[in-house]
C-alpha cells in the first residue's frame, strides 16, 4: 500500500511538470530558448523538445509494460531524436504543447493502473528489470533534472 501511494505522489509531481514548464516559458523570449551554453550543450528548446519526445518513448514503455509479460524496453538515443526532430527550430509554443498533450495522455494511462498494474515489469537495456512504479520514479526524476537545465539555462 506504501509503494502505491508513493506512485500516487510522483504521478502528481508528474502532472506538475507542465506548469513549471509553462511558467518558464511566459518568463524567457524565444532567442534565449535557443542559446546553447556552449557547443554541443543543448539550448533549453532542444530540452523541452527532448522531454516532448521521451513522452511519445515513455507511452510506448508503459504500453508495452501493462499488456506484455516482461518485455524488453526499447532503448534510444535521446541526443539524436534532438537533432534529428531539429528542436533547435521548433517554437517554444510548439514544444510545449506537444509536451503538454503527451505527459496527460501517459498520466491518463497511468491513472488507471491498479496497484497490480503498477507492479508488471519491464526489461530496460541499461537499469534492468523494472516496474511501472519504478518507471514513474525514473521518470519524475529525469522531469527534474531537465527542468533544472532548462531554469539554468535560461536564467530564470
Known sequence: MADLLEC?????GLAETAGRLAKMAEAADEPRWR????PGVWAPI??????AD????LGARL????TLDEPALQAYDGARLA???RCLDWPVARALEDFCRRRRENLELLETCSAEDLSRMGIHPTRGRLTVAD????VLAHDTDHQGQIRDRLGL
Open 8 to 12: 500516487v505522489i510522483q504521478m502528481k
Open 63 to 66: 504500453r508495452a509494460m501493462l
Open 35 to 38: 542559446m546553447r551554453p556552449s
Open 83 to 85: 537533432e534529428r526532430a
Open 54 to 57: 521521451f513522452e511519445l518513448i
Open 46 to 51: 532542444e530540452v523541452l523538445g527532448h522531454l
Open 135 to 138: 518507471v514513474v520514479a525514473v
